[in-house]
């Protein structure tokens, strides 16, 4: 069976909470799967004072600021149980560009969970 890739994509501090690196372990842990985090930070950001603006027109999608976390997991379940869990925890992503390069069966799975738990 082929492994299944979901990535979670959010905006800078479009989560409930910080997203930290030993709730991820811990929630890999529980469901035997593989939980990886990066933090895309855009090169066309501008601070003006207190407020961070970011031009994303014309820009690639991987090269815009974003928080990242993908799960790599054998089967579906554990795949399910996870992005249940991690959603739970942070909320759920923007769905329009929220699970760019998950595998079909990964997103999938992340939409029908959303669906069921978040409503979106």
């Given at each position: 069976m082929a492994e299944i890739i979901t990535k979670l994509r959010y905006n800078p501090d479009d989560y409930l909470k910080d997203i930290a690196p030993s709730e991820l372990e811990l929630v890999a842990r529980k469901n035997g799967?593989?939980?990886s985090l990066e933090q895309v930070t855009g090169k066309?950001?501008?601070f003006a004072g207190h407020t961070v603006f970011e031009e994303t027109w014309d820009v690639p999608f991987d090269q815009v600021s974003q928080t990242?976390?993908?799960v790599s997991a054998a089967d579906r379940e554990s795949t399910r149980r996870t992005v249940q869990d991690l959603i739970r925890l942070y909320r759920s992503p923007v769905p329009i560009w929220g699970?760019?390069?998950s595998s079909k069966e990964g997103e999938d799975i992340a939409k029908q969970v959303i669906d069921q738990d978040d409503g979106w």
């Open positions: 799967v593989n939980i066309s950001r501008i990242v976390i993908t699970f760019l390069g």
